[in-house]
C-alpha cells in the first residue's frame, strides 16, 4: 500500500513561484514512474512532468522551461518547483506514483493563480 500527501499549493500572483511537495509512504522503491498531474476546472487530468523507471524526465509542453521535477530519495518526496505561473496553470495537483502497473493518487492540492 502506498500513501502520497501533497503539500504546497495556494493562491498566487500571475508570475509568481510555488513548489508543490509529495511525501510517498509505503512500497515505493520498485516505483515504475513518480510524476505530477493537474485537473482544471472542467478538463481532463493532464500529465505535467513525471520520471519514469529509467530516471529520465518528463514535462508536458505547457511545463517546460517553466516547472522542475525533484525528489529526495532519503525523503521519499517528490516536489514540482514551479515558475512564471499563470492563470492557465489554476488546477488541482496530483501526486502520481506507478508501483507494479498500479496507480496511486494523493488527494491533490490545489493551485490558483489570479490577481
Known amino acids: 500500500q502506498v500513501q502520497l500527501v501533497e503539500s504546497g499549493g495556494g493562491l498566487v500572483h500571475p508570475g509568481g513561484s510555488l513548489r508543490l511537495s509529495c511525501a510517498a509512504s509505503?512500497?515505493?522503491?520498485?516505483?515504475?514512474?513518480m510524476g505530477w498531474f493537474r485537473q482544471a476546472p472542467g478538463k481532463q487530468r493532464e500529465l505535467v512532468a513525471r520520471?519514469?523507471?529509467?530516471?529520465?524526465?518528463y514535462y508536458s509542453s505547457s511545463a517546460k522551461g517553466r516547472f522542475t521535477i525533484s525528489r529526495d530519495n532519503a525523503k521519499n518526496t517528490v516536489y514540482l518547483q514551479m515558475n512564471s505561473l499563470n492563470a492557465a496553470d489554476t488546477a488541482v495537483y496530483y501526486c502520481?506514483?506507478?508501483?507494479?502497473?498500479?496507480?496511486?493518487w494523493g488527494k491533490g492540492t490545489l493551485v490558483t493563480v489570479s490577481s
Open positions: 509505503g512500497s515505493i522503491f520498485s516505483a515504475n514512474a
Open positions: 502520481n506514483v506507478v508501483v507494479y502497473g498500479v496507480n496511486y
Open positions: 520520471f519514469t523507471n529509467s530516471g529520465d524526465t
